[in-house]
């Protein structure tokens, strides 16, 4: 049995995933699309619309074979950290490609890209250095060192999706066997659409109309717009803790947060004082330098009281968790958990536990944001898909 790996978040799971996951399976001519899904709080700094379980589900009813989590160290991260986790996951689950989306209406060798980023790292690091424009921020240092390395590219290949395919290209190539990297065009809604017409549409769009409280069911399969009727999360929910947090903490103890740096815990003390919700908080606090996503990245941090230590810890004890599969999908676990790398978790007991403790933090505060959410660790079990 062969293996398609996707990474992905579904926050919610929409049509264009649909599609994904049919190219996925088409173009790879795989028995099995293994799906390594953020949790409960994602790439961008943002907590999952709702949560883990439901969202694999979702996957799993709409063509994955296989879902497993990309926990907290790796998944609130910065696009080569996201990618470096995420691939060290599929290698480990044994998948022959890697299917992701990409805005590129052109054709892109991502897989010669990915070589070139490798092989010339030194220079690409000096190039970064010597980057001295004070008020750029980090992607768009990226976005100009890549104009640099790939003059052919378009100027538009500065998505979020593009920079995320180059990630994972480069992170595969480091392997002995990588994986074959297949980019599929993102059909009819780019990643930052809010708009709402057809049947696909971007996720941004389509939380933006669950806050509208419009309607999204031409948008979304069955089961994600029934999911959505129990409870949505948002960064509302958890505004109280994190101003809570960010008025009781001097600056000198915020300096010990992940990703402190450059004097920003006074700017976020200051903000929390005077806004009266969280995107009031971000207007005040964001920059050209200080974009959006690193903010909230670091309000996630803030919010789980997390230190460079823990982090440090948990990539020091990486395993697999597994959050459901198909029966093609529970067949193909069978086969490669002996293979694996990585030790692969179907349920968290105590042992389990002291080295998942980043993940079960993030996912007890994550609970408080509703009280429909059920226990997110302790008790579950892979949710087992009945086609």
Request: charge should be neutral; include cysteine.
């Amino acid at each position: 049995m062969e293996a398609c790996g996707v990474i992905v978040e579904y926050n919610p799971f929409h049509n264009g995933h649909l599609y994904h996951l049919q190219q996925a399976r088409a173009q790879s001519k795989a028995e099995v699309v293994v799906a390594v899904m953020s949790g409960n709080f994602l790439q961008r700094g943002e907590p999952a619309v709702i949560d883990k379980w439901k969202r694999a589900e979702a996957a799993l009813a709409n063509g994955a074979d296989l879902v497993v989590e990309l926990p907290f160290e790796w998944a609130v991260q910065s696009a080569d950290y996201f990618a470096k986790g995420a691939v060290a996951i599929l290698q480990s689950l044994k998948c022959t490609s890697l299917c992701f989306g990409t805005d590129s209406a052109v054709s892109i060798d991502y897989q010669a890209l990915g070589r070139r980023l490798v092989d010339e790292k030194e220079v690409i690091d000096q190039l970064f250095q010597e980057m001295t424009q004070p008020n750029l921020s980090y992607p768009e240092k990226m976005a100009q060192l890549t104009r640099h390395l790939f003059p052919t590219l378009p100027q538009s290949e500065n998505s979020p999706n593009h920079i995320l395919g180059l990630s994972y290209s480069q992170e595969n190539t480091k392997y002995p066997s990588p994986m074959t990297l297949i980019p599929i065009t993102r059909k009819s809604a780019p990643y930052h659409s809010t708009n709402l017409s057809g049947s696909i549409a971007s996720a941004t769009a389509i939380r933006q109309a669950l806050k509208e409280e419009r309607a999204i069911e031409k948008v979304v399969p069955s089961e994600t717009a029934a999911q959505l009727l129990d409870y949505q999360v948002s960064w509302d929910d958890f505004w109280p803790y994190l101003q809570y947090q960010l008025a009781v903490q001097s600056p000198e103890s915020l300096q010990q947060i992940y990703q402190m740096n450059e004097g920003i815990e006074y700017r976020l003390k200051e903000a929390a004082k005077n806004a009266t919700h969280f995107d009031a908080f971000l207007q005040l606090v964001k920059t050209r330098r200080y974009t959006q996503v690193r903010i909230q990245r670091l309000c996630c941090y803030v919010l789980l009281n997390m230190k460079e230590q823990d982090i440090h810890d948990a990539w020091n004890h990486p395993s697999i968790r597994v959050l459901g599969f198909t029966a093609v999908g529970k067949e193909y676990l069978k086969k490669v958990k002996k293979q694996s790398e990585l030790p692969i978790i179907a349920k968290i007991g105590k042992q389990e536990a002291q080295h998942y403790s980043l993940t079960i933090r993030s996912d007890q505060v994550y609970k408080m944001a509703k009280t429909a959410i059920l226990e997110q660790n302790f008790g579950r079990i892979p949710f087992s898909y009945q086609k």
